[in-house]
C-alpha cells in the first residue's frame, strides 16, 4: 500500500510521520516478541524445569496475550504515541501515566546498552583486530542514523531484521518436525523418549516450572511496541487490531513451536542445551557451521532490539514531553517528521550506558541492568487497570463500536491482574531476582513520588489535559 502522507513538513497537530506501511508494523509486531533471549536464554530455562519449560512458556504466553487484548483494545480505539502511558493517564491520573512513560523509556535506553554490549561481542569474535568497544560505539551510531533519518527507515530495518528471524524460526521448526518424524537422514525419531525419559516431565518438580514462569516471562515484553509505533501508520487501527490478533499464533509457533523442537531432539539436561539450545539442535541435525548461522541469527536480534529501544524510548520520551511531563525541547519535529531531540536523548543516555558496561561492569552497570528487572511486570499491570477503567467509564454504545475488545470482561482483567501481582511476589521470593524486584521497586517508587509531585505542582494546561473534552481525545490520538 502506498503512502499518502509525505514525509515533508511538520503535520499540524503533534508532526509524526504517518509512513510506516502494513508490511513494517507486522514484521515490528512479530520482531516484538522474538528477541535474543529466545534463542540464547530459553537454554537456562529449558535446565530449569526440563521439559516442563512448556508448560511454564504456554502460562507466560497466556498472560501476555491478555495484556496484548487490553492494550489492543485502547490503543485500536485511540492509537497515541504514548500508548499504555498515555492511557494511564488518562485512567489512573498524570502521575500513572508520568510514572509508566519513564521507566518504559528507562527500560529500553537500558536495553540499548545492553544489546550494543552483546552484538559488539558478536562482531569481536569475527574481525578480533578491532576493539570491541568500537563496534559498540558503531552499532551505536549505525542504528542512531536510521532513528533520525525517517520513521520509514527505522521500519525498513526493522522490516528486514525480523524477517531474518522469522525466515530462521520457520526452517528451524520444519527441519525438527522432519526430525521428529524420522525424515532427516542419520538422525533417529526420538519420539518421547527425552520428554518423559530423563528424570520424567517435570524432573526437578512443579516448582521449578513455577519458577521457570519468572524466567520465560520477559521474553515477551517487546509485543507492545506495536502499538506504540502504530500511531506513525496510516491506518493505526487496522494496524493494532492486526498485531493484536496475530498475538496468539505468533506466541504458539515461535515460542512453544521452537522450545517443544529442542526438548523433544534432545535430553534436557544436557551441557549443549543450556549453552545454545538451538546451536545444539542445528549441530544434531548435521547442519555445518551452525555456532556461526546462530551468531549471524543472534545479531540480527541484537540489532533489532538496539534499533527499536532506540525508537521506543524516544516516541515515549515524545510523548511526555507533549504532554508537559518531560523537557519540552524533546517534542521538537525535524522535517522528516521524527522527534531527533527525543532520539538523541535516548541515544546519549544508551551511550553512557555502554561506556560503563565497560568501566565498570560489576558496579554501576550491574545497579542500572537490575532497576529495570520488573519494569515489564509494573508496565502490564498499568495496562490491565487502565483497560478496567477506561472500559467501565463507557457506556454500552461505546463499548459495542469497539473494533477490539478484551474477552470475558472484568473477570480475565482481573485474573490477569493477580496472575502480574503473583509474578511480583515470586520475584521477591526467589534468591535470583529478588536483587533486581528490590532495585526495581526502588526505582518505581522514586519515579512514583516525582510523578505525585509533578501533578501537583505543576498543573497540565487545559488545552493538553486527556480529560478535557472527547474531541480533543480523539485528535490526541491522531498525532
Known amino acids: 500500500m502506498s503512502t499518502s502522507t509525505p514525509a515533508g513538513p511538520p503535520a499540524p497537530?503533534?508532526?509524526?510521520?504517518?509512513?510506516?506501511?502494513?508490511?513494517?508494523?507486522?514484521?515490528?509486531?512479530?520482531?516484538?516478541?522474538?528477541?535474543?533471549?529466545?534463542?540464547?536464554?530459553?537454554?537456562?530455562?529449558?535446565?530449569?524445569?526440563?521439559?516442563?519449560?512448556?508448560?511454564?512458556?504456554?502460562?507466560?504466553?497466556?498472560?501476555?496475550?491478555?495484556?496484548?487484548?487490553?492494550?489492543?483494545?485502547?490503543?485500536?480505539?485511540?492509537?497515541?504515541?504514548?500508548?499504555?502511558?498515555?492511557?494511564?493517564?488518562?485512567?489512573?491520573?498524570?502521575?500513572?501515566?508520568?510514572?509508566?512513560?519513564?521507566?518504559?523509556?528507562?527500560?529500553?535506553?537500558?536495553?540499548?546498552?545492553?544489546?550494543?554490549?552483546?552484538?559488539?561481542?558478536?562482531?569481536?569474535?569475527?574481525?578480533?583486530?578491532?576493539?570491541?568497544?568500537?563496534?559498540?560505539?558503531?552499532?551505536?551510531?549505525?542504528?542512531?542514523?536510521?532513528?533520525?533519518?525517517?520513521?520509514?527507515?527505522?521500519?525498513?530495518?526493522?522490516?528486514?531484521?525480523a524477517s531474518v528471524k522469522v525466515t530462521a524460526i520457520v526452517l528451524f521448526l520444519v527441519l525438527g518436525v522432519l526430525a521428529i518424524a524420522g525424515l532427516v537422514p542419520g538422525v533417529a525419531a526420538p519420539g518421547t523418549d527425552h520428554l518423559v525419559g530423563h528424570g520424567g516431565f517435570a524432573p526437578n518438580g512443579w516448582s521449578a516450572v513455577a519458577s521457570g514462569i519468572l524466567v520465560v516471562v520477559f521474553s515477551f515484553f517487546g509485543a507492545e511496541i506495536a502499538t506504540i509505533a502504530a500511531g506513525e501508520s496510516e491506518q493505526p487501527e487496522k494496524a493494532v487490531k492486526k498485531a493484536v490478533n496475530s498475538t496468539v499464533w505468533r506466541i504458539l509457533l515461535f515460542y512453544i513451536g521452537s522450545i517443544a523442537v529442542v526438548v523433544t531432539l534432545l535430553p534436557w539436561d544436557d551441557a549443549s542445551v543450556a549453552k545454545s539450545p538451538y546451536v545444539a539442535v542445528i549441530e544434531r541435525l548435521g547442519i555445518p557451521g551452525a555456532a556461526t548461522i546462530m551468531d549471524v541469527v543472534v545479531l540480527t536480534s541484537v540489532l533489532s532490539c538496539l534499533n527499536s529501544g532506540l525508537y521506543t524510548a524516544s516516541r515515549m520520551l515524545f510523548s511526555l514531553s507533549e504532554r508537559r511531563d518531560a523537557p519540552r525541547s524533546l517534542s521538537g519535529i525535524s522535517r522528516s517528521g521524527v522527534p531527533v531531540a527525543a532520539v538523541l536523548a535516548a541515544t546519549v543516555v544508551g551511550f553512557l550506558t555502554v561506556g560503563l558496561n565497560y568501566l565498570a561492569p560489576e558496579a554501576v552497570f550491574l545497579f542500572l541492568v537490575n532497576t529495570s528487572g520488573a519494569i515489564a511486570l509494573f508496565v502490564w499491570l498499568v495496562i490491565c487497570l487502565s483497560q478496567l477503567v477506561l472500559r467501565r467509564r463507557m457506556d454500552a454504545q461505546e463499548q459495542a463500536r469497539l473494533p477490539v475488545r478484551m474477552w470475558a470482561f472484568p473477570y480475565l482483567t482481573w485474573a490477569t491482574v493477580a496472575a502480574i501481582g503473583a509474578m511480583l511476589v515470586g520475584m521477591f521470593v526467589l534468591d535470583a531476582t529478588r536483587e533486581s524486584a528490590w532495585a526495581s521497586t526502588g526505582l518505581a517508587a522514586v519515579v512514583v513520588a516525582l510523578g505525585v509531585r509533578q501533578q501537583r505542582r505543576a498543573p497540565r494546561p487545559a488545552a493538553l489535559s486527556p480529560h478535557a473534552a472527547p474531541a480533543e481525545e480523539t485528535s490526541g490520538a491522531r498525532r
Not at 510521520?17 to 528477541?35: D, E, F, N, Y
Not at 519449560?53 to 487490553?70: N, W
Not at 483494545?73 to 500508548?83: N, Y
Open 13 to 161: 497537530h503533534g508532526g509524526l510521520a504517518k509512513t510506516l506501511k502494513p508490511r513494517h508494523l507486522s514484521m515490528i509486531a512479530i520482531a516484538g516478541v522474538i528477541g535474543a533471549g529466545l534463542f540464547v536464554g530459553s537454554g537456562v530455562a529449558i535446565q530449569q524445569a526440563g521439559p516442563a519449560i512448556l508448560l511454564a512458556y504456554a502460562a507466560a504466553g497466556v498472560v501476555v496475550v491478555f495484556v496484548m487484548r487490553m492494550l489492543g483494545e485502547m490503543a485500536a480505539a485511540h492509537p497515541e504515541t504514548g500508548s499504555f502511558s498515555a492511557y494511564a493517564d488518562k485512567a489512573l491520573g498524570r502521575w500513572a501515566g508520568f510514572s509508566i512513560g519513564w521507566l518504559y523509556a528507562w527500560f529500553w535506553i537500558i536495553v540499548v546498552g545492553i544489546e550494543a554490549t552483546a552484538g559488539a561481542a558478536i562482531v569481536h569474535r569475527w574481525a578480533p583486530g578491532v576493539e570491541q568497544w568500537v563496534w559498540a560505539l558503531l552499532l551505536m551510531v549505525l542504528l542512531t542514523l536510521t532513528n533520525v533519518v525517517s520513521v520509514k527507515s527505522y521500519g525498513e530495518f526493522e522490516f528486514w531484521f
